[in-house]
Each structure stands twice: as structure tokens, then as C-alpha cells.
């Protein structure tokens, strides 16, 4: 099965809102990183996080290794934040690979 | 910020020919990947290399060749192409343990 279960799978919000994605791992992550894909299909980076929390303007993730999952929250949502949202996590085998695994995404449509 | 481009941007092929996307990074990162996209699936890891000369293979290498010649280019070859390979293709670049950046993304169509 995914290692990366993603949920929702889309979300409607409207503009001044919020809400949370969220990822569970079924193995044992080193670190997650979150991307917005945007209209134009670019990969934008958003957070990377060995554990923790980080927050940048209206967004804010947690990574719970222990735990195996990691969410990204979103407040005051503007139409801009429209897009799908990724989740991808390094599984903690002792070697450095890099190597991420994807959810398959949150679609996320924020309407006035 | 990294920077990491691709081309082509987009191409169009016929079924059993070759096709060569390429990647270039400027950020001197040692480790480079290549990914595919498809709806249902977000994205999946082709090949991956730690450096120049080296290549490994990823999650889903069936039917594609990399090429790491230097520290800034990679290349995710396809000797055969088939229709089930139209998807779009990412680069990306990081530090072995440290973010990734991606591409803009290569469109394939194969016909």
C-alpha cells in the first residue's frame, strides 16, 4: 500500500477561511516536505521539516515523526491559494538518499 | 534558491522512438531525480543520481535510462517510447537530506 496517505483529496474553502491537510506515513519518515501546484504546473516549495513546526505568513506545518504524520494548515485563505497541494516524505532507511515519496495531492479550491 | 530548468518544455513522439528530456541545475547540488506525473498517481521517482557518473535506479525505472555526465546535468532517457510513457516529467536537485527544487516540468506526449 502508500506509504503517503493524503487527506482530503480536495477541499473547498472560501476566501477568509481555513482549514488543515493532512499526511500519514505507514513508515518511518526522516523528513516531509509540502509543495503548492500551481495552475501553470510548477512545483512550489512551501516547507521542509525534519520535525517540528514551521510557519511562513498564513501557512503552518507540523511534522510528528513518532506519530507518522505531518499536516499543513492554512488561515485567512485568498484565491490565490488555489491549487493541489503535496505532501512528499523521506523514509528514515539509515541511507541519505533524498529519495521522496508523494501523496497524491489535495486539490484545493478557494472561491470568493 | 536553486535553479533547475528542463528541456524541452513539452514534445510530442511516436511510439518505438528514442527520447532524451533533460535537466540542468546551477546550485552545485550533488544529488538529482527524475519524477513522472500522472493524474491518480502525484508523482513518482524515475532515477536518481548522488553525482557525476552515478545513477540509481528509483520506484518505477522500467523502461527509462538516466544519464549524470556532470554535476549539473541529468538526463531521463527513453529508448523505446510507448504511449503508457505520455506524462508529464520533474526534475529536481537537493542535498542528500536536505530540500528538494524542482523543475518546471517536462510535457511528453507519445503517440
Known amino acids: 500500500g502508500d506509504q503517503v496517505e493524503q487527506s482530503p483529496s480536495a477541499l473547498s474553502l472560501h476566501e477568509g477561511t481555513g482549514s488543515a491537510l493532512r499526511c500519514n506515513f505507514t513508515?518511518?519518515?526522516?523528513?516531509v516536505q509540502w509543495f503548492q501546484q500551481n495552475s501553470r504546473g510548477s512545483l512550489i516549495n512551501l516547507f521542509y521539516?525534519?520535525?517540528g513546526t514551521k510557519e511562513n505568513g498564513r501557512l503552518k506545518s507540523t511534522f510528528n515523526s513518532k506519530e507518522s504524520y505531518s499536516t499543513l494548515h492554512i488561515r485567512d485563505a485568498q484565491l490565490e491559494d488555489s491549487g493541489t497541494y503535496f505532501c512528499?516524505?523521506?523514509?528514515?532507511?539509515?541511507?541519505?538518499?533524498?529519495?521522496?515519496?508523494f501523496g497524491h495531492g489535495t486539490i484545493l479550491r478557494v472561491h470568493p | 534558491e536553486a535553479a533547475v530548468t528542463q528541456s524541452p518544455r513539452n514534445k510530442v513522439a511516436v511510439t518505438g522512438g528514442k527520447v532524451t528530456l533533460s535537466c540542468n541545475q546551477t546550485?552545485?547540488?550533488?544529488?538529482m531525480y527524475w519524477y513522472r506525473q500522472d493524474t491518480g498517481h502525484g508523482l513518482r521517482l524515475i532515477h536518481y543520481?548522488?553525482?557525476?557518473?552515478?545513477?540509481e535506479k528509483g520506484d518505477i525505472p522500467d523502461g527509462y535510462k538516466a544519464s549524470r555526465p556532470s554535476q549539473e546535468n541529468f538526463s531521463l532517457i527513453l529508448e523505446l517510447a510507448t504511449p503508457s510513457q505520455t506524462s508529464v516529467y520533474f526534475c529536481?536537485?537537493?542535498?542528500?537530506?536536505?530540500?528538494?527544487?524542482f523543475g518546471p516540468g517536462t510535457r511528453l506526449t507519445v503517440l
Open positions: 521539516l525534519a520535525s
Open positions: 529536481a536537485s537537493g542535498l542528500g537530506g536536505r530540500e528538494q527544487y
Open positions: 513508515t518511518t519518515m526522516r523528513a
Open positions: 543520481s548522488y553525482g557525476a557518473g552515478s545513477t
Open positions: 546550485n552545485n547540488h550533488n544529488n
Open positions: 512528499a516524505a523521506e523514509a528514515n532507511t539509515g541511507a541519505n538518499t533524498g529519495k521522496l515519496t
